[in-house]
C-alpha cells in the first residue's frame, strides 16, 4: 500500500544559528528540503494525506505531557519586543550551549509539525499503512526542557505517543538520522513503553559531542559505509523486537549521506532502500518522522528509495 506523507504548512527558515565558536551561520534548515524530500517520495509512490481536523489540539495536549511548561512558555513568548529572535543558554541541552535562537515563526511551525506528526501516526494506526511526517523543524534534539540544533518540539515522540493513545502497547523510536537524538533519548528513557535505539556518528566533534552508552545506542567514530550502516540498522531494528514493540516510529535523517554540510559519511542516496526493506522486514505500523537532511541534490533520490521499498 502506498506510503501516506503528511506536510504541515510551509514556515519560515531560522535565519541564523550560532555555531560553538558563537560565530552566526546561515541556517541549512530551510524550505527547499521539504520540497527535494515530498518530490522523491512521491517519485517512489507515497501519496499526499490531508492534516485531521483536530490534529493541531491534540499536539498541543501532547506536547505538554512531553515538554516542560517553562520551555513552552518560552517557545510561545520568548522574543523580547522589538528583537528578532531569542537565544536563552537555560534552555540548552545540559553541558551545551544555545546554538538555536528563537524566532517568532518558532511556535506555529513547531507546533503544526508536531500536529503533522499526530496525524501520521493516526493513519498508521487507524488504516494500518505506514506514513511520513514530512515535518520542519525537526524535533529529536528536543529534550523535556531544553531545545537545539534546529529542533524545538520532539515530534517523533508526539507520534509515538499518539500511537499509544491509539492503542499500541509498546512503541519502538528508532533514529537513524546521523546525528544522536539526544532530545527524544531524554524523554523517553525512564518510559519502558517506548523503547529507543539510534545508528548515530559518535564523532566527539559532531553534535551533540557527548555520546551515553547503552543498550540500543549503536554510535560509531567514523563512516561505517554502506554495509557497515545496513549491519548497524539491523542490530537496531532487532534490538526493537527484542523489547516486543508492536509499532514502530522512524526518526529518519539523510545527513549519512555522502555531502551532507552536517554529516561526514559517504553513504549513497540508494542506501534508503535496503534501509526501508530492514524497516518494514516485521510490517509493524511504522510512521517515518523527518530529522535532518541538508545535501539538497541528494534528498530526492534517497526519498524515493525509502518510498520505493516502504510503499509496498
Ligand atoms: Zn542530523
Redesign the pocket.
Known amino acids: 500500500m502506498s506510503l501516506h506523507v503528511v506536510v504541515p504548512e510551509e514556515s519560515d527558515a531560522l535565519p541564523f544559528t550560532v555555531e560553538p565558536s558563537r560565530v552566526q551561520v546561515a541556517s541549512k534548515e530551510v524550505p527547499e528540503r521539504i520540497h527535494q524530500i515530498l518530490a522523491g517520495l512521491q517519485d517512489g509512490g507515497a501519496v499526499v494525506a490531508p492534516l485531521g481536523g483536530d490534529s493541531l489540539s491534540r499536539a498541543e495536549r501532547l506536547v505538554a505531557a512531553v515538554h516542560d511548561d517553562a520551555l513552552l512558555d518560552y517557545l510561545r513568548h520568548g522574543v523580547p519586543e522589538g528583537r528578532e529572535s531569542a537565544l536563552d543558554d537555560a534552555f540548552a541541552a545540559p553541558g551545551l550551549d544555545q546554538e538555536t535562537p528563537v524566532t517568532r515563526a518558532v511556535w506555529p511551525a513547531a507546533l503544526g509539525a508536531a500536529a503533522a506528526a499526530v496525524r501520521a501516526a493516526e493513519l498508521t494506526a487507524r488504516q494500518r499503512r505506514n506514513s511520513y511526517a514530512l515535518v520542519r523543524p525537526p524535533g529529536h534534539h528536543a529534550g523535556p526542557g531544553w531545545h537545539g540544533?534546529y529542533c524545538f518540539l520532539n515530534n517523533a515522540v508526539v507520534a509515538a505517543r499518539t500511537l499509544r493513545e491509539e492503542g499500541a502497547a509498546k512503541v519502538g523510536i528508532l533514529d537513524i538520522?546521523?546525528?544522536l537524538g539526544n532530545g527524544t533519548l531524554a524523554c523517553v528513557q525512564n518510559d519502558p513503553t517506548l523503547p529507543f535505539a539510534s545508528v548515530h556518528s559518535s564523532d566527539p566533534e559532531d553534535f551533540p559531542y557527548g555520546f551515553e552508552r547503552g543498550p540500543g545506542l549503536f554510535g560509531v567514530p567514523s563512516d561505517p559505509g554502506t554495509e557497515g550502516f545496513l549491519a548497524l540498522v539491523k542490530d537496531a531494528v532487532s534490538h526493537l523486537r527484542q523489547e516486543d514493540v508492536d509499532a514502530l516510529v522512524v526518526s529518519v535523517?539523510y545527513?549519512v549521506l555522502l555531502g551532507d554540510p552536517?554529516?561526514s559519511w559517504t553513504l549513497p542516496p540508494d542506501v534508503f532502500a535496503p534501509v526501508a526493506a530492514l524497516l518494514t522486514e516485521y510490517q509493524l505500523p511504522t510512521v517515518f518522522v523527518q530529522?535532518?537532511g541538508y545535501g539538497l541534490p541528494s534528498l530526492r533520490g534517497a526519498a524515493r528509495a525509502l518510498a520505493s521499498e516502504a510503499s509496498r
Open positions: 540544533g538520522d546521523y546525528h535523517g545527513d552536517h554529516g530529522e535532518g
